[in-house]
Nanobody
Framework: VQLQASGGGLVQPGGSLRLSCAASGMQFSGDVWGWYRQATGKQREYVASVTSGGTIRYADSAEGRFTISRNNARNTMELQMNSLKPEDTATYYC????????????WGQGTQVTVSS
């Protein structure tokens, strides 16, 4: 099983980036996919998530600026990030987890987002 995150980069404050996550190696269902981020020297934190049924949640820091989406047929997920701030600078990780049997918890390798002028 592999989750491949991509789309990070350097962007100026107020700019936008679109992150993508592509999963392969198994059939995913009944689960929650999400984005997490980890800034240097800080703990990994939750950003947003979407269930296979389409329920979406955001961290307060992402609400109103980020939009998460998921394509179950293609096993892909995206995070559209607008109005980026320097404090959004972090490595962003995608995650796929299922809380009931067969349980799983998979992480992508991370993609770096740097917001700086």
């Amino acid at each position: 099983v592999q989750l491949q995150a991509s789309g990070g980069g350097l962007v100026q404050p107020g700019g936008s980036l679109r992150l993508s996550c592509a999963a392969s190696g198994m059939q995913f269902s009944g689960d929650v996919w999400g984005w997490y981020r980890q800034a240097t020297g800080k703990q990994r934190e939750y950003v947003a998530s979407v269930t296979s049924g389409g329920t979406i949640r955001y961290a307060d820091s992402a609400e109103g600026r980020f939009t998460i989406s998921r394509n179950n047929a293609r096993n892909t997920m995206e995070l559209q990030m607008n109005s980026l701030k320097p404090e959004d600078t972090a490595t962003y990780y995608c995650n796929a987890k299922r809380h009931y049997p067969p349980t799983y918890n998979y992480w992508g390798q991370g993609t770096q987002v740097t917001v700086s002028s």
